[in-house]
Protein backbone atom coordinates (compact mmCIF):
# COMPACT_ATOMS: atom_id res chain seq x y z
CA UNK A 1 0.00 0.00 0.00
CA UNK A 2 2.83 2.37 0.79
CA UNK A 3 3.93 2.23 -2.88
CA UNK A 4 0.11 2.71 -4.05
CA UNK A 5 0.51 6.22 -1.95
CA UNK A 6 4.01 6.62 -3.06
CA UNK A 7 1.74 7.02 -6.94
CA UNK A 8 -0.80 9.28 -6.36
CA UNK A 9 1.06 11.75 -4.45
CA UNK A 10 3.82 11.68 -7.45
CA UNK A 11 0.84 11.94 -9.50
CA UNK A 12 -0.37 15.22 -7.92
CA UNK A 13 3.17 16.36 -7.92
CA UNK A 14 3.85 15.81 -11.56
CA UNK A 15 0.58 18.33 -12.21
CA UNK A 16 2.49 20.77 -10.93
CA UNK A 17 5.09 22.05 -13.45
CA UNK A 18 7.20 23.91 -11.52
CA UNK A 19 8.42 20.68 -10.49
CA UNK A 20 9.57 19.36 -14.32
CA UNK A 21 13.41 19.40 -15.60
CA UNK A 22 12.77 21.90 -18.09
CA UNK A 23 15.36 23.93 -20.06
CA UNK A 24 15.00 27.94 -20.59
CA UNK A 25 13.79 27.17 -24.02
CA UNK A 26 11.28 24.48 -23.06
CA UNK A 27 10.28 27.29 -20.22
CA UNK A 28 9.94 30.08 -22.83
CA UNK A 29 8.07 28.07 -25.02
CA UNK A 30 5.33 26.15 -22.22
CA UNK A 31 2.19 27.86 -24.05
CA UNK A 32 2.96 25.99 -27.54
CA UNK A 33 4.67 22.78 -25.81
CA UNK A 34 3.03 19.16 -26.87
CA UNK A 35 2.37 17.78 -23.71
CA UNK A 36 1.51 14.77 -25.59
CA UNK A 37 4.39 12.57 -23.31
CA UNK A 38 3.31 14.11 -19.87
CA UNK A 39 -0.06 12.64 -20.80
CA UNK A 40 1.32 9.58 -21.54
CA UNK A 41 2.88 9.21 -18.63
CA UNK A 42 -0.64 10.21 -16.41
CA UNK A 43 -1.77 7.26 -18.02
CA UNK A 44 0.89 4.76 -17.30
CA UNK A 45 1.04 6.62 -13.90
CA UNK A 46 -2.82 5.64 -12.97
CA UNK A 47 -2.51 2.40 -14.88
CA UNK A 48 0.40 1.38 -12.12
CA UNK A 49 -1.99 2.60 -9.24
CA UNK A 50 -4.83 0.52 -10.88
CA UNK A 51 -3.34 -2.48 -11.11
CA UNK A 52 -1.40 -2.09 -7.19
CA UNK A 53 -4.92 -1.76 -5.79
CA UNK A 54 -6.58 -4.36 -8.05
CA UNK A 55 -3.65 -6.71 -6.38
CA UNK A 56 -4.85 -5.75 -3.04
CA UNK A 57 -7.39 -7.66 -1.07
CA UNK A 58 -9.45 -6.97 2.50
CA UNK A 59 -9.10 -9.92 4.77
CA UNK A 60 -12.21 -8.61 6.27
CA UNK A 61 -15.23 -6.98 5.36
CA UNK A 62 -15.43 -3.65 3.68
CA UNK A 63 -17.45 -2.76 6.60
CA UNK A 64 -14.58 -3.02 8.96
CA UNK A 65 -12.46 -0.59 6.56
CA UNK A 66 -15.30 2.76 7.60
CA UNK A 67 -15.33 1.46 11.19
CA UNK A 68 -11.85 0.97 12.18
CA UNK A 69 -9.49 2.52 10.00
CA UNK A 70 -6.28 1.59 11.38
CA UNK A 71 -7.41 -2.41 11.43
CA UNK A 72 -8.34 -2.07 7.83
CA UNK A 73 -5.38 -0.84 6.57
CA UNK A 74 -3.39 -3.71 8.89
CA UNK A 75 -5.72 -6.23 6.61
CA UNK A 76 -5.01 -4.89 3.06
CA UNK A 77 -2.26 -6.69 1.51
CA UNK A 78 -0.61 -8.01 -1.49
CA UNK A 79 -2.79 -11.19 -2.84
CA UNK A 80 -1.36 -13.68 -4.93
CA UNK A 81 -2.91 -13.74 -8.75
CA UNK A 82 -6.56 -14.58 -8.68
CA UNK A 83 -9.98 -13.16 -10.00
CA UNK A 84 -9.18 -9.47 -10.24
CA UNK A 85 -13.29 -8.56 -10.61
CA UNK A 86 -13.79 -10.73 -7.51
CA UNK A 87 -11.05 -9.41 -5.25
CA UNK A 88 -12.37 -5.68 -6.40
CA UNK A 89 -15.97 -6.12 -5.65
CA UNK A 90 -14.82 -7.41 -2.30
CA UNK A 91 -12.29 -4.24 -1.41
CA UNK A 92 -12.89 -0.83 0.14
CA UNK A 93 -10.51 0.27 -2.59
CA UNK A 94 -13.53 -0.08 -5.33
CA UNK A 95 -14.59 3.45 -5.71
CA UNK A 96 -11.22 3.78 -6.19
CA UNK A 97 -10.48 0.92 -8.73
CA UNK A 98 -13.87 2.16 -10.73
CA UNK A 99 -12.50 5.98 -10.86
CA UNK A 100 -8.74 4.86 -11.41
CA UNK A 101 -10.11 2.72 -14.39
CA UNK A 102 -12.03 6.17 -15.79
CA UNK A 103 -8.87 8.13 -15.44
CA UNK A 104 -7.41 6.03 -18.07
CA UNK A 105 -9.94 6.32 -20.96
CA UNK A 106 -9.88 10.10 -19.81
CA UNK A 107 -6.02 9.90 -20.97
CA UNK A 108 -6.58 7.87 -24.29
CA UNK A 109 -9.29 10.16 -24.98
CA UNK A 110 -7.08 13.23 -24.80
CA UNK A 111 -4.29 11.65 -26.93
CA UNK A 112 -6.91 11.05 -29.79
CA UNK A 113 -5.97 15.07 -30.46
CA UNK A 114 -3.14 17.61 -30.53
CA UNK A 115 -2.23 18.11 -26.39
CA UNK A 116 -1.83 21.51 -25.94
CA UNK A 117 -1.44 23.38 -22.76
CA UNK A 118 -5.93 23.92 -22.44
CA UNK A 119 -5.61 19.91 -22.92
CA UNK A 120 -3.16 19.46 -20.31
CA UNK A 121 -4.68 21.68 -17.91
CA UNK A 122 -7.96 19.99 -18.49
CA UNK A 123 -6.83 16.62 -17.98
CA UNK A 124 -4.92 17.70 -15.01
CA UNK A 125 -8.07 19.71 -13.33
CA UNK A 126 -10.40 16.25 -14.04
CA UNK A 127 -7.67 13.83 -12.38
CA UNK A 128 -7.15 16.31 -9.60
CA UNK A 129 -10.87 16.70 -9.02
CA UNK A 130 -11.98 12.89 -9.05
CA UNK A 131 -8.48 11.75 -7.03
CA UNK A 132 -9.13 14.30 -4.11
CA UNK A 133 -12.98 12.63 -4.04
CA UNK A 134 -11.39 9.45 -2.81
CA UNK A 135 -11.82 8.86 0.81
CA UNK A 136 -9.27 6.02 0.77
CA UNK A 137 -6.39 8.02 -0.61
CA UNK A 138 -6.82 10.61 2.20
CA UNK A 139 -6.98 8.15 4.63
CA UNK A 140 -3.97 5.85 2.79
CA UNK A 141 -2.01 9.13 3.01
CA UNK A 142 -2.28 9.71 6.68
CA UNK A 143 -1.27 6.47 7.72
CA UNK A 144 1.86 6.22 5.54
CA UNK A 145 2.99 9.47 6.75
CA UNK A 146 1.77 8.69 10.65
CA UNK A 147 5.15 7.24 12.77
CA UNK A 148 7.16 6.62 9.05
CA UNK A 149 10.49 7.14 11.05
CA UNK A 150 9.51 4.96 14.21
CA UNK A 151 8.33 1.96 11.72
CA UNK A 152 11.39 2.54 9.43
CA UNK A 153 14.40 3.36 11.14
CA UNK A 154 13.65 2.82 15.29
CA UNK A 155 16.60 3.85 16.06
CA UNK A 156 17.04 7.18 14.76
CA UNK A 157 13.57 7.78 16.34
CA UNK A 158 15.00 6.98 19.82
CA UNK A 159 17.82 8.99 18.88
CA UNK A 160 15.04 12.35 18.50
CA UNK A 161 13.72 11.10 21.91
CA UNK A 162 17.24 12.53 23.57
CA UNK A 163 17.47 15.44 21.69
CA UNK A 164 17.09 18.50 23.84
CA UNK A 165 15.28 21.26 23.39
CA UNK A 166 12.11 19.59 22.77
CA UNK A 167 12.20 22.18 19.94
CA UNK A 168 15.29 20.78 18.45
CA UNK A 169 13.55 17.09 18.91
CA UNK A 170 11.18 18.02 17.02
CA UNK A 171 12.41 19.83 14.05
CA UNK A 172 15.02 16.69 13.74
CA UNK A 173 11.82 14.17 14.08
CA UNK A 174 10.57 15.95 10.91
CA UNK A 175 13.52 16.27 9.10
CA UNK A 176 14.61 12.59 9.66
CA UNK A 177 11.20 11.33 8.53
CA UNK A 178 10.99 13.07 5.51
CA UNK A 179 14.69 11.93 4.60
CA UNK A 180 13.20 8.33 4.95
CA UNK A 181 10.57 9.24 2.80
CA UNK A 182 12.61 10.21 0.18
CA UNK A 183 14.33 7.30 0.30
CA UNK A 184 11.47 5.23 0.18
CA UNK A 185 10.15 7.09 -2.67
CA UNK A 186 13.58 6.88 -4.74
CA UNK A 187 12.81 3.21 -3.94
CA UNK A 188 10.44 2.62 -6.48
CA UNK A 189 12.77 4.08 -9.24
CA UNK A 190 15.05 1.64 -7.98
CA UNK A 191 12.45 -1.34 -8.54
CA UNK A 192 11.51 0.11 -12.01
CA UNK A 193 15.44 0.24 -12.55
CA UNK A 194 16.06 -3.08 -11.94
CA UNK A 195 12.80 -4.91 -13.61
CA UNK A 196 13.65 -2.93 -16.71
CA UNK A 197 10.13 -0.94 -16.70
CA UNK A 198 9.54 2.00 -18.83
CA UNK A 199 11.53 4.72 -17.16
CA UNK A 200 9.80 7.84 -18.58
CA UNK A 201 7.14 6.37 -15.71
CA UNK A 202 9.92 7.88 -13.01
CA UNK A 203 9.28 10.78 -13.88
CA UNK A 204 6.24 11.79 -11.63
CA UNK A 205 8.56 9.88 -8.57
CA UNK A 206 11.33 12.43 -9.58
CA UNK A 207 9.09 15.45 -9.63
CA UNK A 208 7.88 14.52 -6.38
CA UNK A 209 11.24 14.11 -4.67
CA UNK A 210 12.15 17.67 -6.22
CA UNK A 211 8.76 19.23 -4.39
CA UNK A 212 9.14 17.41 -0.90
CA UNK A 213 13.04 18.42 -1.12
CA UNK A 214 12.13 21.77 -1.90
CA UNK A 215 10.24 21.75 1.44
CA UNK A 216 12.95 20.14 3.23
CA UNK A 217 15.29 22.63 2.61
CA UNK A 218 12.60 25.44 3.25
CA UNK A 219 11.60 23.97 6.23
CA UNK A 220 15.34 23.87 7.29
CA UNK A 221 16.09 27.55 6.28
CA UNK A 222 12.77 29.03 8.11
CA UNK A 223 12.75 26.62 11.44
CA UNK A 224 15.05 24.56 12.32
CA UNK A 225 17.96 26.93 11.58
CA UNK A 226 15.80 29.69 14.14
CA UNK A 227 15.51 27.07 17.36
CA UNK A 228 16.64 28.91 20.45
CA UNK A 229 19.57 27.75 22.03
CA UNK A 230 20.56 25.73 18.70
CA UNK A 231 24.66 24.22 19.46
CA UNK A 232 26.97 25.79 16.62
CA UNK A 233 27.72 22.28 15.42
CA UNK A 234 23.97 21.43 15.16
CA UNK A 235 23.39 24.97 12.93
CA UNK A 236 26.78 23.94 10.89
CA UNK A 237 25.33 20.71 10.13
CA UNK A 238 21.50 22.27 9.28
CA UNK A 239 23.06 25.37 7.21
CA UNK A 240 25.65 22.58 5.29
CA UNK A 241 22.11 20.30 4.97
CA UNK A 242 20.41 23.09 2.90
CA UNK A 243 23.04 24.01 0.88
CA UNK A 244 24.13 20.48 -0.24
CA UNK A 245 20.39 19.76 -1.16
CA UNK A 246 20.24 22.68 -2.75
CA UNK A 247 23.25 21.99 -5.33
CA UNK A 248 21.88 18.29 -6.06
CA UNK A 249 18.07 19.49 -6.95
CA UNK A 250 20.03 21.50 -9.39
CA UNK A 251 22.58 19.53 -10.76
CA UNK A 252 19.44 16.80 -10.71
CA UNK A 253 16.91 18.77 -11.93
CA UNK A 254 18.38 21.75 -13.81
CA UNK A 255 20.77 19.11 -15.95
CA UNK A 256 20.68 15.41 -15.82
CA UNK A 257 17.12 14.88 -15.94
CA UNK A 258 16.56 17.77 -18.69
CA UNK A 259 15.07 17.07 -21.87
CA UNK A 260 14.16 13.35 -20.43
CA UNK A 261 10.50 13.39 -21.03
CA UNK A 262 11.57 13.58 -25.03
CA UNK A 263 14.16 11.26 -25.55
CA UNK A 264 13.63 8.11 -27.38
CA UNK A 265 16.26 6.17 -26.89
CA UNK A 266 16.56 3.63 -24.16
CA UNK A 267 19.95 3.51 -23.12
CA UNK A 268 20.42 7.56 -22.76
CA UNK A 269 16.84 7.17 -20.49
CA UNK A 270 18.06 4.40 -18.62
CA UNK A 271 21.86 6.36 -18.30
CA UNK A 272 19.42 9.69 -16.93
CA UNK A 273 17.31 7.76 -14.80
CA UNK A 274 20.03 6.17 -13.26
CA UNK A 275 22.89 9.02 -12.47
CA UNK A 276 19.89 10.89 -11.17
CA UNK A 277 18.55 8.48 -9.01
CA UNK A 278 21.88 7.38 -7.32
CA UNK A 279 22.85 10.86 -7.05
CA UNK A 280 19.85 11.71 -4.98
CA UNK A 281 19.96 8.51 -3.07
CA UNK A 282 23.72 8.93 -2.26
CA UNK A 283 23.01 12.59 -1.22
CA UNK A 284 19.42 12.00 0.84
CA UNK A 285 21.89 8.65 2.80
CA UNK A 286 25.17 10.79 3.32
CA UNK A 287 23.09 13.96 4.86
CA UNK A 288 21.10 11.81 7.24
CA UNK A 289 23.84 10.02 8.64
CA UNK A 290 25.96 13.08 8.78
CA UNK A 291 22.92 14.83 10.67
CA UNK A 292 22.70 11.59 13.29
CA UNK A 293 26.05 11.74 13.82
CA UNK A 294 26.05 15.30 15.16
CA UNK A 295 23.89 13.43 18.12
CA UNK A 296 25.78 10.12 18.74
CA UNK A 297 29.15 9.74 16.35
CA UNK A 298 29.17 6.31 17.31
CA UNK A 299 26.07 5.24 14.94
CA UNK A 300 27.00 4.18 11.53
CA UNK A 301 25.69 4.90 8.61
CA UNK A 302 26.16 0.87 7.30
CA UNK A 303 23.15 0.30 9.90
CA UNK A 304 20.92 2.20 8.06
CA UNK A 305 21.86 1.80 4.59
CA UNK A 306 23.68 -1.60 3.38
CA UNK A 307 25.27 0.05 0.30
CA UNK A 308 26.43 3.38 2.06
CA UNK A 309 30.09 4.38 2.10
CA UNK A 310 32.40 4.53 5.06
CA UNK A 311 33.87 7.31 5.93
CA UNK A 312 37.37 5.75 5.06
CA UNK A 313 36.30 4.84 1.71
CA UNK A 314 34.91 8.25 0.78
CA UNK A 315 38.31 9.48 2.36
CA UNK A 316 40.67 7.09 0.33
CA UNK A 317 38.01 8.04 -2.80
CA UNK A 318 38.51 11.58 -2.47
CA UNK A 319 42.27 11.52 -1.72
CA UNK A 320 43.21 9.62 -4.59
CA UNK A 321 41.14 12.03 -6.94
CA UNK A 322 42.20 15.30 -5.48
CA UNK A 323 45.89 14.05 -6.00
CA UNK A 324 45.09 13.25 -9.43
CA UNK A 325 43.35 16.68 -10.05
CA UNK A 326 46.25 18.35 -8.89
CA UNK A 327 48.54 17.03 -11.14
CA UNK A 328 46.87 17.64 -13.89
CA UNK A 329 46.29 21.44 -13.36
CA UNK A 330 50.51 21.25 -12.50
CA UNK A 331 50.52 20.10 -15.67
CA UNK A 332 48.44 22.00 -17.61
CA UNK A 333 50.05 25.31 -15.95
CA UNK A 334 53.70 24.12 -16.78
CA UNK A 335 52.50 23.10 -20.87
CA UNK A 336 50.47 25.37 -21.21
CA UNK A 337 51.19 26.10 -24.81
CA UNK A 338 52.28 22.14 -25.66
CA UNK A 339 48.98 20.29 -24.15
CA UNK A 340 45.65 20.75 -24.47
CA UNK A 341 43.25 21.17 -21.64
CA UNK A 342 40.79 18.44 -22.89
CA UNK A 343 42.15 15.79 -20.26
CA UNK A 344 41.62 18.72 -17.50
CA UNK A 345 38.22 19.60 -18.29
CA UNK A 346 36.82 15.83 -18.82
CA UNK A 347 38.33 15.12 -15.48
CA UNK A 348 37.16 18.37 -13.23
CA UNK A 349 33.49 17.31 -14.83
CA UNK A 350 34.36 13.89 -13.51
CA UNK A 351 35.14 14.92 -9.88
CA UNK A 352 32.13 17.11 -10.05
CA UNK A 353 30.08 14.25 -10.68
CA UNK A 354 31.58 11.74 -7.90
CA UNK A 355 34.02 13.22 -5.55
CA UNK A 356 32.65 16.45 -5.04
CA UNK A 357 29.77 15.21 -3.19
CA UNK A 358 32.39 13.69 -0.54
CA UNK A 359 33.87 16.97 0.18
CA UNK A 360 32.43 18.96 2.96
CA UNK A 361 29.74 21.37 1.87
CA UNK A 362 31.86 24.57 2.64
CA UNK A 363 34.23 23.61 -0.19
CA UNK A 364 31.90 23.06 -2.93
CA UNK A 365 31.55 26.70 -4.03
CA UNK A 366 35.31 27.62 -3.92
CA UNK A 367 35.84 24.45 -6.35
CA UNK A 368 32.70 25.27 -8.67
CA UNK A 369 34.27 28.80 -8.46
CA UNK A 370 37.70 27.40 -9.96
CA UNK A 371 36.35 25.55 -12.14
CA UNK A 372 34.15 28.43 -13.91
CA UNK A 373 37.25 30.43 -14.20
CA UNK A 374 39.14 27.82 -15.25
CA UNK A 375 36.45 27.39 -18.50
CA UNK A 376 35.62 31.27 -19.19
CA UNK A 377 39.49 31.63 -19.48
CA UNK A 378 41.04 32.55 -22.91
CA UNK A 379 44.79 32.36 -24.11
CA UNK A 380 47.66 31.67 -21.77
CA UNK A 381 47.51 34.90 -20.01
CA UNK A 382 44.26 34.42 -18.55
CA UNK A 383 44.66 30.65 -17.73
CA UNK A 384 47.98 30.47 -16.25
CA UNK A 385 47.11 32.90 -13.39
CA UNK A 386 43.73 30.43 -12.76
CA UNK A 387 45.79 27.37 -12.56
CA UNK A 388 47.89 28.81 -10.69
CA UNK A 389 45.15 29.71 -7.47
CA UNK A 390 43.79 26.50 -8.57
CA UNK A 391 46.39 24.41 -7.79
CA UNK A 392 47.43 26.34 -4.59
CA UNK A 393 43.59 25.63 -3.53
CA UNK A 394 44.25 22.02 -4.63
CA UNK A 395 46.75 21.62 -2.72
CA UNK A 396 46.05 22.69 0.75
CA UNK A 397 42.47 21.12 -0.22
CA UNK A 398 44.72 17.54 -0.74
CA UNK A 399 46.72 18.22 2.94
CA UNK A 400 43.27 18.67 4.72
CA UNK A 401 41.82 15.42 3.73
CA UNK A 402 45.32 14.08 3.96
CA UNK A 403 45.38 14.75 7.68
CA UNK A 404 42.28 12.86 8.30
CA UNK A 405 41.78 10.65 11.23
CA UNK A 406 40.59 7.88 9.38
CA UNK A 407 43.56 8.19 6.98
CA UNK A 408 46.39 7.77 10.13
CA UNK A 409 46.92 4.44 9.20
CA UNK A 410 46.67 4.60 5.23
CA UNK A 411 49.89 6.64 4.02
CA UNK A 412 49.62 7.72 0.59
CA UNK A 413 52.14 6.46 -2.21
CA UNK A 414 51.97 9.73 -4.24
CA UNK A 415 51.71 7.91 -7.47
CA UNK A 416 53.00 9.40 -10.59
CA UNK A 417 49.93 10.59 -13.17
CA UNK A 418 49.77 8.46 -16.12
CA UNK A 419 49.00 9.46 -19.38
Known amino acids: MLELNIWQLALRSFFNLRNHSLGDAERAEILSRDFAPEVRIVGQTLRRSLLLSLNCTPEKSPASFELDEANAFDAISLSAPGDSATQAAASPLTPLIETLGELCDVCESALSSKVDFRVWTCVERIVRRELAQSQFIKQLERRARAGILERQHPELHELTLRITPDTLAADMSAIFSQLAQLLEQLRVIETLLRHDAPLKLSLPIFT????????????????????????????????????????????????????????????????????????????????????????????????????????????????????????????????????????????????????????????????????????AARGAVELTPVLHRFGTYLEALFGQINMRTVLADHPFDYPALID
Request: proline share 3%.
Open 208 to 375: LVHEETRSLVEFIERRALRTEELDGKVFDALDCTGYALGVELSRVFGRELVGLVSLRQSPAIYTKVENAHGLLRDSFQQTLVALLQVFDPTLDGSLFFQFFHSRLEQSLTLRRDLWTLLQLVLRAEKDRDRRPLAPLLARLDAFREGSLRILMYKDWEPFERFVAEVI
